[in-house]
C-alpha cells in the first residue's frame, strides 16, 4: 500500500500492521519514507532495502527484530532517520551502518542490545542524534563511539551501565548533551568530559524516583562537577519531570554540597 503524496510518484510506503514476515520486495524505488513498524520481520536479510536509493526515512519499530546482516542496509544512500526501538536485537555488529553515509538520526531504544562491537558505527559520519536508551549495556570501553565525529545528543539512560573508560568519550568534541541516568554508575568522573565542547548539558538522575536510580554513593568526589554546574559549563538536562541532578547517598543534598570541605576540586 501507498500513500501517493504527489500525483506523477509514490513517495510514502505504509506497510504498518501487514503480518509482514520479511521485508517486502514491491516497495516503490520511488519511496522517500518507508513504514514498516508493528510487523513480524524478525532478520534484516543482505541487500534487503538496495531498491530504495531515495528513501530518507525507515521505520522498522515493533517487529520483534533479532538480528541484521552486515549488508542489509546497502542502497539506502540518501537514508537520514532509521529506527529501530522496541525490537530485540542484542548486539551490534562491526559494519552494520557503513552504507549510511547520510544518516542523521538513528533509535535503536528498547531493545535488548549488550554487545556493540568496536566498528559497528563505522561509516556514520554524518550521525548528529543516537538514542541508546533502555537497552542491556554494562560497560562503555574505550572509544566507543570512535567511528562518530558529528555525534551532538548521546542518550544512554536506562541500561546496566557500571564502568566507562577514561576514553570512551574521546573525540567527541561536538557532543552537546549526554544522558547517563538509570544506570548502575557510583560517580561522575571528569576525564569522561574532558574533551567535550562547553556548556555540555548533562543528564544524571532521574527525578523520578520509582525509575530506580541508584544514588552517587560519593558525591563529594563529583566536586569538578559541582564547580562546572556554578561557572554554568555544564547545564542539567531538564524535562517536564524535573530537572536531572545529581541524586547523592545518605543525607548529602547536591544543591547544598560544600566542596570547600574536601580539597581538591578536580578528582
Not at 564502568?163 to 560517580?187: C, M, S
Request: contains cysteine.
Amino acid at each position: 500500500m501507498c500513500w501517493c503524496l504527489h500525483c506523477y510518484k509514490c513517495s510514502e510506503y505504509n506497510g504498518t500492521y501487514q503480518e509482514h514476515m520479511q521485508v517486502p520486495q514491491n516497495i516503490p524505488i520511488s519511496t522517500t519514507k518507508a513504514y514498516l513498524q508493528h510487523n513480524s520481520i524478525t532478520y534484516l536479510p543482505s541487500y534487503a532495502f538496495s531498491q530504495l536509493t531515495r528513501c530518507t526515512e525507515l521505520r522498522l519499530e515493533y517487529n520483534g527484530m533479532t538480528g541484521m546482516h552486515r549488508n542489509a542496509f546497502v542502497g539506502l544512500r540518501s537514508l537520514q532517520v532509521l529506527n529501530l526501538n522496541r525490537n530485540a536485537l542484542t548486539q551490534l555488529p562491526n559494519f552494520v551502518f557503513i552504507y549510511l553515509s547520510e544518516l542523521q538520526i538513528l533509535h535503536l531504544g528498547w531493545n535488548k542490545i549488550s554487545i556493540v562491537e568496536k566498528d559497528a558505527f563505522r561509516g556514520l559520519h554524518k550521525l548528529y542524534h543516537l538514542f541508546f536508551y533502555r537497552n542491556d549495556l554494562f560497560s562503555l570501553s574505550a572509544l566507543t563511539f570512535k567511528h562518530l565525529p558529528q555525534i551532538g545528543y548521546l542518550f544512554l539512560s536506562h541500561n546496566s551501565i557500571s564502568q566507562i573508560d577514561y576514553d570512551a568519550f574521546w573525540g567527541l568534541t561536538k557532543l552537546e548533551q549526554v544522558t547517563i541516568y538509570g544506570n548502575k554508575l557510583t560517580t561522575i568522573q571528569s576525564k569522561w568530559f574532558q574533551n567535550q565542547v562547553r556548556p555540555l548539558v548533562l543528564g544524571a538522575s532521574d527525578p523520578r524516583r520509582h525509575q530506580g536510580d541508584i544514588p552517587w554513593s560519593a558525591c563529594e568526589k563529583m566536586c569538578w562537577l559541582k564547580q562546572e554546574e556554578e561557572a554554568k559549563t555544564i547545564r542539567w538536562y531538564e524535562s517536564e519531570e524535573g530537572v536531572f541532578i545529581p541524586q547523592c547517598a545518605g543525607n548529602v543534598d547536591w544543591n547544598t554540597l560544600n566542596c570547600s570541605l574536601f580539597g581538591k576540586w578536580n578528582i
